[in-house]
């Protein structure tokens, strides 16, 4: 069974950071592009950045280029959101979303992507 599961959210204060988790079962991620989105309430979800195959990043936020990035380890078949100096705009709701790919593309899309995790809340507090 495909699955991903997202871990690491919480409470943390402005300035801060935090490493989400996204482990995969049932497939083994190095074959995957898999980009982080965020929700936040009342709003549509959106991408964040995406990591490809070659592990080339895309960012498709502005705001967190610089504060945020991806990386992953093929041993664990997790990948991780490192987010630092958090900010109360980041608060959200944020899912880790998958798409195998033959060449090493990323989609900021959610439409674009198979699999998605259940997703994990951050708060951020000023």
Same mark, same amino acid.
Request: glycine letters at 12%; aromatic letters at 12%; proline letters at 2%.
């Given at each position: 069974?495909?699955?991903?599961?997202?871990?690491?959210?919480?409470?943390?204060?402005?300035?801060?950071?935090?490493?989400?988790?996204?482990?995969?079962?049932?497939?083994?991620?190095?074959?995957?592009?898999?980009?982080?989105?965020?929700?936040?309430?009342?709003?549509?979800?959106?991408?964040?950045?995406?990591?490809?195959?070659?592990?080339?990043?895309? #960012?498709? $936020?502005? *705001?967190?280029? /610089?504060?945020?990035?991806?990386?992953? @380890?093929?041993?664990?078949?997790?990948?991780?959101?490192?987010?630092?100096?958090?900010?109360?705009?980041?608060?959200?709701?944020?899912?880790?979303?998958?798409? #195998?790919? $033959?060449? *090493?593309?990323? /989609?900021?899309?959610?439409?674009?992507? @198979?699999?998605?995790?259940?997703?994990?809340?951050?708060?951020?507090?000023?």
């Amino acid at each position: 069974q495909v699955q991903l599961v997202e871990s690491g959210g919480g409470l943390v204060q402005s300035g801060g950071s935090l490493r989400l988790s996204c482990a995969a079962s049932g497939f083994t991620l190095h074959n995957y592009a898999i980009g982080w989105f965020r929700q936040a309430p009342g709003k549509e979800r959106e991408g964040v950045l995406c990591i490809r195959k070659n592990d080339v990043i895309t #960012y498709y $936020i502005d *705001s967190v280029k /610089g504060r945020f990035t991806i990386s992953r @380890d093929n041993a664990k078949n997790t990948v991780y959101l490192q987010m630092n100096d958090l900010k109360p705009e980041d608060t959200a709701v944020y899912y880790c979303a998958a798409k #195998y790919t $033959i060449l *090493s593309s990323c /989609g900021g899309n959610r439409g674009w992507y @198979d699999h998605w995790g259940q997703g994990t809340q951050v708060t951020v507090s000023s």
